[in-house]
């Protein structure tokens, strides 16, 4: 399973982000893992609790970008704040 980061782009210039998506499909087909529900007119999301309802003829692009395994990406930095504190220990401080 890989993850992704989605970016919805509207007419409008704004831009919603679905952070964090974990998907199956290919790269172009992430997208769809990121709305809770498709129509014929709108995409509903739910981004950070908020339900989103984007009109589908207002969006001009959507981003797929791969991203690390967010469990993955924790325990690296846990890791590597471990190895820092250790450092500074042995250094005396």
Known sequence: MKYYDITFHELSGKNVIKRSVPSDKANFDAWQDACVAIDQEFLQ????????????????????????????????????LAGVINTLSNMGF
């Open 45 to 80: 999301i739910l981004v950070n609790g908020n339900a989103v309802s984007l009109n589908r003829r207002y969006i001009v692009r959507i981003d797929c970008q791969e991203v690390e395994d967010p469990t993955e990406k924790a325990i690296t930095t846990k890791d590597e």
